[in-house]
């Protein structure tokens, strides 16, 4: 699988991890037989896994577009993985067309929002605009990812792996710079409606 990893970067001109490390050793695993799986529906996949409210990001990259702009997309599956060494997670859909442009950075930046961020989540989840009309940003300090103002945190990243999970592919970064702010509430994403938090 890492072996894979490293094709499917090398194929879109990103570049690969320049520390090897050791890989733990490879779980048993096994294809689970036709007749083991769960008639699962759809539309039931997605409104059981629904209930579980979730921190709302947009992932950045800088750029690598003919037409001179940056990348970026909504994530929701977004999460820290490792403490030692500094690592992240997000998965994006295979069918996405902003992931080939990330992939070709090697490096992103992942933009947390606060409540009152909303609309900015949205103007990323629209396939084929221009994401980045109206939207003010910097270059994150390592990366030079976009780091779009007034987020109230964000991580600095390098693509160490990646991995396929069914119809998504999950990404690793290795986290170069970070930082955020005690101020604000986060954006929450709960059953298809945003929401903020209260204890």
Partial sequence: MAATAVRYLRSVGAPTAAEPYDALPRPD???VGADER??????????VLGHFASGVTVITAPNTDPEGRPAGFACQSFASLSLDPPLV????????TTWPRIARAGVFCVNILGADQGDLCRGFAVSGADKFAGVGYGPAPVTGSPLLD????????RIQTVHTGGDHLIVVGRVEA????????PLLFHRGRFGRFSP
């Fill in 150 to 157: 007034s987020v109230p945190a964000w991580i600095d990243c």
């Fill in 178 to 185: 970070l930082g955020g702010t005690d101020e604000g509430d």
């Fill in 38 to 47: 769960l008639p699962v529906d759809a539309a039931e996949f997605r409104s």
């Fill in 29 to 31: 695993l096994r294809a």
């Fill in 89 to 96: 997670t997000f998965m994006v859909a295979r069918t996405s």
